[in-house]
């Protein structure tokens, strides 16, 4: 008995010690679990963000003790920036050339310099385009034209701009090629890039920069080109040679617009030249604003009809013929709009090329004709002068262009024989020339300028009662630019309008045409449908 009781406190403390070893190895996992929660919470939500401030806290020290030093050396932080972010500076290339070329520049230098004291000194009555070669301040050997009336001349403009000449010849062919047939001379400035010259070249001269040193200035701004480059040169030579400015521009060919040179030369005379320039760049603004407007209204109407003829030419090319398929292999009856659709889809696809010829041939004829015959173009310009709304918009422009020029015009003191002759070049618009012959016809007449512009259809009544005031008042001027600046509110009214209107026109044109042809696929289906019935 004794035994047992043993053997049952032997089990029993058996027992209790793995139930404590359970206990404690439950306890020690729920505490790892715990401690490690804990560590891993900590590193997370403080030894990790701890360590990351504390990583750009030294960074910033870092950069703070470079600034510090930085600021030192006399530089503050803002400068640092500017040195970090500025452009680097190109190194200035040196150019290099063998003994054998310098000794040739040197021979054709002297024989230059012979040429220069016999033939080369004599001026011809008309100037000719010089070709020639020389090294630039920065020692690179370069060529080019330009307008001159002798070689010595050349020569000399070439060397007051620091330019060591070797070369200068003159050939019946440069003259074609550059001056005559205009193949190489300066292209015509944009009314963009005229503003931008207009403004410089005026700011220039109230700063006290002479006429001629502000034109070499803008040689070097507005040069992209070289063509352009030679023609400021020849401007500046000119002035050089104590040529006018007015002159000096219209050798240039087709470079400057009439009007300017006309409104420069009355400048010239009235000493007004800086009024002028500044007169002239606001009224060249007012029309790059006036044609950016159109260029606008027709943007968004030409994207929604170049989509509109994509999609229709998507449907004809691509979905008609899975119809048409359907309907041979089931003998579905094809008539009426059905069958056009169809005829045209088998066309496009199959003679595109036809339709393409067509119309290429069809554009060119019409542009060479509106280009080259008068007839033709006069017929057109009628016809769309009486299309409604777009009437308004060409006579809307033609009238702002005329009244605002002819504004600027007589402000500048220039004859009104002059005056009509140039505003007869500003416009293609053959109605209006008409007007302004008839115009000046009168004024030779001695009749009034405004009976020209009585009972036409092409002019307002509005504006041919203001400019009858104008005459009445003895400022016609002033009244002049009162009808322009009216016609352009006018302008720019119907401008917004045309490209509210044109916008669901466009929708409602490509809604039709899109909904036709489906009616015209739909319609055979209903005969199928009937003979399945």
Do not use: C
């Amino acid at each position: 008995m004794l035994e047992i009781t043993q053997d049952d406190k032997k089990l029993k403390q058996k027992s209790h010690t793995s139930f404590t070893e359970v206990f404690r190895m439950i306890y020690i996992i729920i505490y790892n679990i715990f401690y490690f929660a804990f560590l891993g919470g900590k590193l997370v939500f403080f030894d990790f963000w701890s360590n990351l401030f504390m990583g750009a806290s030294y960074q910033v020290d870092k950069t703070y003790r470079r600034v510090t030093k930085t600021a030192e050396q006399n530089l503050s932080e803002e400068e640092l920036i500017y040195e970090k972010t500025k452009r680097s500076r190109k190194k200035e290339k040196v150019y290099k050339y063998s003994a054998k070329t310098l000794a040739k520049l040197e021979e054709q230098k002297k024989m230059l310099l012979l040429d220069l004291q016999t033939a080369g000194a004599t001026r011809s009555k008309v100037p000719h385009v010089y070709f020639y070669k020389a090294k630039d301040t920065k020692g690179k050997i370069i060529s080019g034209t330009m307008n001159g009336y002798s070689k010595l001349d050349v020569n000399s403009y070439l060397l007051n701009e620091g330019y060591d000449v070797y070369v200068i010849k003159t050939t019946p062919f440069y003259d074609f090629m550059y001056q005559k047939s205009g193949f190489f001379g300066a292209p015509k400035m944009s009314t963009k890039d005229l503003i931008f010259w207009l403004t410089q070249l005026s700011t220039y001269i109230k700063a006290g920069i002479t006429l001629s040193e502000a034109v070499k200035i803008l040689t070097n701004q507005m040069g992209k080109s070289k063509s352009r480059q030679n023609a400021f040169k020849a401007i500046s030579y000119e002035l050089t040679l104590g040529e006018s400015f007015s002159n000096a521009l219209a050798k240039q060919g087709s470079m400057f617009p009439a009007l300017l040179i006309n409104m420069i030369k009355a400048a010239e005379a009235s000493g007004t030249l800086i009024e002028t320039l500044d007169d002239m760049s606001n009224y060249y603004s007012e029309i790059y604003e006036t044609r950016k407007q159109m260029v606008s209204a027709m943007t968004y109407p030409s994207i929604v009809a170049v989509f509109s003829i994509g999609v229709i030419i998507f449907i004809l090319l691509y979905v008609v013929p899975q119809f048409t398929e359907i309907y041979a292999e089931n003998g579905a009856p094809i008539a009426g709009i059905t069958k056009i659709v169809i005829d045209v889809s088998n066309f496009l696809k199959n003679q595109w090329y036809i339709l393409l010829l067509i119309v290429a041939v069809a554009l060119i004829t019409i542009i060479t004709l509106y280009k080259y015959v008068k007839a033709f173009r006069t017929s057109m310009q009628v016809f769309l002068m009486h299309l409604p709304i777009i009437k308004d918009v060409i006579i809307y422009n033609e009238m702002t262009i005329f009244t605002k020029t002819f504004a600027s015009l007589l402000r500048n003191n220039v004859f009104i024989t002059d005056s009509m002759d140039i505003l007869s070049k500003i416009t293609n618009n053959e109605i209006y020339k008409a007007i302004l012959y008839k115009t000046i016809n009168n004024i030779v007449k001695g009749e009034k300028i405004s009976e020209a512009f009585k009972d036409h259809w092409a002019v307002p009544d509005v504006a041919y009662y203001m400019i009858v005031t104008g005459e009445s008042t003895g400022d016609l001027a002033t009244m002049m630019q009162k009808v322009s600046e009216y016609y352009q509110l006018l302008h720019k009214n119907i401008i917004n309008n045309l490209k509210a209107f044109i916008e669901p026109v466009m929708i409602a044109f490509l809604a039709v045409i899109v909904g036709l042809i489906i009616i015209a696929v739909i319609v055979p289906m209903f005969s199928l449908y009937d003979q399945i019935q």
